[in-house]
């Protein structure tokens, strides 16, 4: 395989800030009406499913992985690392086709729990005595489980972040700490208990079916936008 020659740290970070700058008050303003909207259709289809909730089964893994509930850091973090990608994204094709794709998958999850709506098994927590948990249980009411939306923006996240992190020749250590902030937010939705293994699979598939074909059209369109192989990342 060819390899990229090798871009100096300087260089990557006047990429990085460069790239923050372009459509700067529409990615802003994007992200937060596109997260406003998607709490609205979510939270109206978690009170208004179509059917009765159908209760995720325990597989031995989720009796393997303790309640931590210092996990709900790692769990709400997400919607800071979903807004990273589209502040990086280098034009208004790439940000509308990415706002698209997301979109996709949201209405895929959004129509499953409408037509089949389920809920996690009811666990023995004692939540009383980590408030934030608590209202996160309350919010949030462990429903709209199967497939993990959370996880699946986590996975199509953490597959567009590598994507453009090794467009700009990112240092190697980003591209681990993209992939251990993404499996830290995976685990974080078992360890809160808002979700059990079958769900965190679900939403890994989806993620990942949705950024592969999303991927796979750009490559269509701009056959020689292509990103640099990961050889090119500096240390």
């Known amino acids: 395989m060819s390899m990229t020659p090798f871009i100096d740290a300087r260089a990557w970070r006047s990429e990085l800030f460069r790239r923050i700058g372009i459509l700067w008050l529409t990615k802003s303003v994007g992200t937060m009406c596109w997260i406003g909207a998607f709490f609205f259709g979510y939270f109206w289809v978690l009170r208004n ?10 597989t031995p893994l989720d009796r393997l992985i303790e309640f931590q509930p210092g996990a709900l850091v790692l769990y709400v973090s997400l919607w800071v690392y979903v807004s990273i990608a589209p502040a990086l994204l280098k ?26 709506p389920t809920a996690v098994p009811v666990f023995e927590l004692d939540v009383a005595r980590h408030p934030s948990l608590s209202v996160l249980k309350g919010v949030d009411m462990a429903a709209n489980a199967c497939p993990s939306l959370h996880v699946a923006f986590a996975v199509f996240t953490g597959i567009w972040l ?3 992190l090794r467009e700009m020749r990112s240092a190697r250590g ?22 059990v293994v079958l769900d965190v699979i679900a ?33």
Do not use: K
């Open 49 to 58: 499913p179509a059917v009765e909730l159908t209760t995720m089964p325990l």
């Open 91 to 116: 034009n208004f094709r790439e940000l509308f086709s990415y706002g698209f794709a997301t979109l996709a998958m949201s209405l895929i999850g959004l129509a499953i729990f409408y037509w089949w």
């Open 162 to 164: 590598d994507r453009v």
């Open 174 to 195: 980003l591209l681990l700490f993209n992939w251990v902030w993404c499996l830290g937010i995976v685990y974080s939705t078992l360890a809160t208990r808002q979700h």
């Open 203 to 235: 939403g890994t598939l989806l993620g990942a079916v949705v950024a592969a074909l999303h991927l796979a059209a750009l490559r269509r369109l701009a056959p020689n936008a292509t990103p640099a192989p990961a050889g090119a990342s500096t240390a």
